[in-house]
C-alpha cells in the first residue's frame, strides 16, 4: 500500500514544526512531564471522590473504569476520524498535519510523542466540562479514569518508538500493530495505541 507522501517516515529523527523558535520550543515536551502531570490531576481527583463527596465507593470504582474506556475509545475515534479523515480542506490539513502529521513524519522524534503541557491543559478543562455538564456531579470520578486512560496511552505510545517491543505477547502486539500503522496502513488500519480492543470492534486491525 503506498503511503501518501505528508505520512511518509523521514530519515531524520527530528524535524521542524514551526518557523518561530519559540513556537517549536513550546510545542515541544519531554515524555515525564505530561505523564507526571496527568497522573497528579487524576490522583487528587480521585482523591476528592473518596474523601469529599457522598458518591458510593463501588460507584466510584465504576464511573472510573468508565472513564477509562471512554478515554479508549475517544483515542480511536480521534486518530481515525479526526487525524486520517482525508480532505481537501487546508484548514483542516493544517490542523491535521500539527496536530498528528508531524509525528508520521518524525516517528522517533522523543518531544513530540505526547501533547505539551500548556495545550494539554486547556484541553483535559474542556473535557472536564463537557463531562460535568453531561453526569454533573459524578465527573470528578469518571474525569480520573479517564485521564489515566491518557496517561497509559501517552505512556504506551511513547514507549512504542523509543523502546524495543517486549516479549510479553500482549504486548509485543501492540507494539507489532503500532509500526504497521506507521508504516503500512497509515489511513486505514491499527489506529489503537493502548488498547486493539476498538480495532477489533471496528474491522481495523490488521491480518
Known sequence: MDIP?????????????????????????????PVIMHTLIALAFLYYSFTETDIKIWLIVVLFFSGWLTW???????????????????????????????????????????MPPLPALVLISLFFG????????????????????YMLYIGLHYAQHRI????????????????LHHYKYPETKAFGVSTLLWDYVFGTLPE
Open 130 to 149: 463537557l463531562f460535568y455538564l453531561i453526569m454533573g456531579f459524578y465527573a470528578v470520578a469518571f474525569f480520573p479514569g479517564f485521564l489515566i486512560g
Open 72 to 114: 479508549t475509545f475517544s483515542e480511536y475515534i480521534v486518530h481515525r476520524f479526526g487525524y486520517h479523515t482525508k480532505t481537501t480542506n487546508t484548514t483542516w490539513l493544517r490542523i491535521q498535519h500539527v496536530a498528528h502529521g508531524i509525528h508520521h513524519q518524525y516517528p522517533r522524534d522523543p518531544e513530540r510523542l505526547a
Open 5 to 33: 507522501v505528508e505520512l511518509q517516515p523521514r530519515k531524520e529523527e527530528k524535524g521542524a514544526l514551526f518557523q518561530s523558535k519559540f513556537m517549536e520550543k513550546i510545542t515541544r515536551t519531554s515524555i515525564y512531564v
Open 164 to 179: 524495543k517491543s517486549p516479549t510479553y505477547p500482549p504486548m509485543k502486539k501492540l507494539w507489532k500493530y503500532h509500526a
